[in-house]
């Protein structure tokens, strides 16, 4: 079974602190992505990866940057969390065909 | 930023009734999906449309893309409680540093028993 995984379902923050969300995948997928999800606006794109080491810019990467060491691990890092940095992250990856595979989700609230 | 704009965002209906959500842009696309998010798990996708005018059936499920490829829409026959959940609809933009996938604002389903 294709698997997404990310380190944590829930996760409280405090404003400053420096938070990191993982994400795996074991589909050996060239492509992965960092989403945010929040009512009313639909997922937006922060990151993708198309490559180990390669990063791009989605639709609101400020405040946010993200690693990608190895080909299964995309991460995604908040230098210093914001309260309207409180949101639903999903991470996703895919081939080379658009079909995109999502993680279960990390609800991120920072205090 | 191709916009795609989803109606209605929510609708509540009695287990058995039928329901259809829409995903509208003024722009083409070359292709367009449909994913489904049930609470607390992430989206999963249901399908990919491509050729104006299609129609693609999964089980109770009916998607049709429109003929100008600018709209699309699902119909769920004979709704049932488990078919609530957050529909949304992607479109992919390449770009030369690869594949994005834009998605709506999502229509909210609640089937009630």
């Known amino acids: 079974d294709v698997k997404v995984t990310q380190s944590s379902r829930y996760l409280v923050k405090r404003t400053g602190e420096k938070v990191f969300l993982e994400c795996v995948q074991d589909?050996?997928?060239?492509?992965m992505f960092w989403y945010r999800q929040d009512p009313g606006l639909g997922l937006r794109l922060i990151y993708f990866s198309y490559d180990v080491k390669m990063k791009e810019k989605g639709d609101i990467p400020e405040g946010y940057s993200v690693s990608r060491e190895k080909k299964e691990r995309f991460s995604l890092i908040l230098e210093s969390a914001s309260t309207n940095q409180t949101s639903m992250y999903l991470c996703?990856?895919?081939?080379?065909?658009?079909?995109?595979?999502f993680g279960p989700g990390t609800r991120l609230t920072v205090l | 930023t191709q916009l795609l704009e989803q109606s209605p965002q929510f609708l509540s209906i009695q287990e058995g009734e039928n329901l259809t959500v829409y995903c509208n842009s003024s722009s083409v696309f070359s292709s367009l999906q449909w994913y489904r998010q049930e609470p607390g798990e992430g989206p999963v996708l249901l399908v990919t449309?491509?050729?104006?005018?299609e129609v693609k059936k999964l089980k109770r499920l009916t998607f049709q893309f429109g003929d100008a490829r600018k709209d699309s829409s699902l119909h769920i026959t004979a709704a049932q409680t488990g078919d609530t959940g957050l529909y949304l609809c992607a479109h992919n933009i390449k770009g030369a540093a690869g594949n994005k996938l834009t998605f709506g604002g999502g229509t909210r389903v609640l089937v009630k028993p």
């Open positions: 449309v491509v050729t104006g005018g």
């Open positions: 996703a990856s895919s081939s080379q065909v658009d079909d995109l595979f």
């Open positions: 589909m050996d997928h060239e492509n």
